[in-house]
Nanobody
């Protein structure tokens, strides 16, 4: 059974940085991608960054390109999201996700099969 546990969220002023972590367990060779998504109450969950587990290719939402970086430590089953130059509009609940689907290299939530509980990021102006 897949388990994803996020940590590292918090409150920060605009321009600051945070590093989110996701501890994964139960992944198999069938899991092809991992990603970070975020959601604001009343809005759809949106893709922030995704990575192909066995290749390292990454993809980012336009709104975070140049500011956020997704990375992984496969030996320790960890996923990270380094967030720099944070803006108030980055405020959201951030979720770690993984996918056992072949066509998972996308920022679409419907491509992802397993989710963590989320960690809150709040950026004040």
């Amino acid at each position: 059974q897949v388990q994803l546990v996020e940590s590292g969220g918090g409150s920060v002023q605009a321009g600051g940085s945070l590093r989110l972590s996701c501890a994964a367990s139960g992944l198999t060779y069938e899991h092809n991608c991992m990603g970070w998504f975020r959601q604001v109450p009343g809005q759809e969950r949106e893709g922030v960054a995704v990575i192909i587990i066995h290749e390292g290719n990454t993809k980012y939402a336009d709104s975070v390109k140049g500011r956020f970086a997704i990375s992984q430590d496969n030996a320790n089953n960890m996923l990270y999201l380094q967030m720099n130059s944070l803006k108030p509009e980055d405020t959201a609940m951030y979720y770690c996700a993984t996918s056992s689907r072949v066509l998972c290299y996308a920022l679409s939530r419907d491509r992802y099969t397993d989710w963590g509980q989320g960690t809150q990021v709040t950026v004040s102006s």
